[in-house]
């Protein structure tokens, strides 16, 4: 069982930054994919940034410019690098890493318990 834990969110001030960081039980070359989520309240929980085992990226456009995925893998562990940030980032933020069965095309998704990120002044 892949257990991700979540950390870095918090208040802070439109234009301010942030780091989240996404640690996870098991080697991160694992997984086919790891990425951010975040869900608003009211709203549908979005792809944010995905970050592919080959170190391929790709984001929303709403946080294109502003938002970077990186990992770490001797730490085994995701970060999310937000500048710039605005009150529309205000989001309770998941991490999520999809794992390939062996010799199989099925996949498991597993989350991160999430973290929540204010922005406001």
């Known amino acids: 069982q892949v257990q991700l834990v979540e950390s870095g969110g918090g208040l802070v001030q439109p234009g301010g930054s942030l780091r989240l960081s996404c640690a996870a039980s098991?080697?991160?070359?694992?997984?086919?994919?790891m990425g951010w989520y975040r869900q608003a309240p009211g709203k549908q929980r979005e792809l944010v940034a995905v970050?592919?085992?080959?170190?391929?990226?790709n984001y929303v456009d709403s946080v294109k410019g502003r938002f970077t995925i990186s990992r770490d893998n001797a730490k085994n562990t995701v970060y999310l690098q937000m500048e710039n940030l605005e009150p529309e980032d205000t989001a309770v933020y998941y991490c999520?890493?999809?794992?390939?069965?062996?010799?199989?095309?099925?996949?498991?998704?597993?989350w991160g318990q999430g973290t929540q990120v204010t922005v406001s002044s």
């Open positions: 999520k890493a999809v794992l390939g069965r062996p010799w199989s095309t099925i996949t498991d998704d597993y």
């Open positions: 098991a080697n991160i070359f694992r997984f086919n994919t």
């Open positions: 970050l592919s085992r080959s170190g391929s990226t």
